[in-house]
């Protein structure tokens, strides 16, 4: 497995694949790897016979308040986890590869970006979407596979990339959770002893309102609920628990149509989202 780290050197990569009549797959990560992340790897193996997995802990996502410097990093140990999980190829670029002095451009997803994590976090879209598709106009694959585990963001990248076709099938893959039911996340590592313990109930929150909307109880009657089991558990603020159209990320007022139970709330300083299908 070789690392690259600048763009023209994976262009330089991904022509010698096409020559070679490979079709390619990306799958874009901050590092800090889990099991949740290289399950993605094996889902591009699946559809690609090469694989790109990216490394770069992305300024423009995080709010100057948030956690941009102390992001979990472990570039050595993170390359040998993508070798194991069968990654052909590293692009792990510095921040002035990705944006260089006079980067100007940002991509902003309307509507779909504004509700939910948008309203409480209105910086991370723009940086996700600018970053994802600069990553897929660099590597230019047939396939990209990001996490139901953010599942909004996987909705903003679906929508950027029919809005300005860009040539690529994105594929979302399964949420990887912990054996308590806690769903995979380099952030788990802020979670203390305690908080670890109750930081399951969010799952098992979200999957009780997924079956109660399922046998007819009206979704908007969930939050309050929610809330209280949450705080209840050692939770503190809850920025959002919402029954979703699983496609517009719209309201809904019955389960007729696939639909999203999505959730953040916050454990001690950490702030943990999750969400499962109705
Ligand atoms: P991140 O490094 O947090 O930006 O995540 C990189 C990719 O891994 C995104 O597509 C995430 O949705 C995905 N991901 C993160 N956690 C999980 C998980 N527990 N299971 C599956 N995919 C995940």
Redesign the pocket.
Known sequence: MDIVRTIDELRVRVKDWRKLGNSVGLV?????LHD??L??VTASNARADKTIATLFVNPSQFAPHEDFATYPRDEIGDLRKFEDAGANLIFAPSVAEIYPDGHSTKIEVQGISQVLEGEFRPHFFGGVATVVAKLLLQALPDVAV??D??YQ?LCVIKSMVRDLNIPVEIVG?P??RETDGL????RNKYLSASERKSAATLYQILTKIAENVRSGHPPANQRQWAESELTKAGFGAVDYVAVRDAETLEPVSDASRPARVLAAAWLGSTRLIDNVAV
Do not use: E, N, V
Request: charged content about 10%; proline content about 5%.
């Open positions: 874009p990560t901050m590092g800090g949740g992340h399950s993605l990001f996490g585990k953010d963001q893959a949420t990887i769903a995979m996340s380099s």
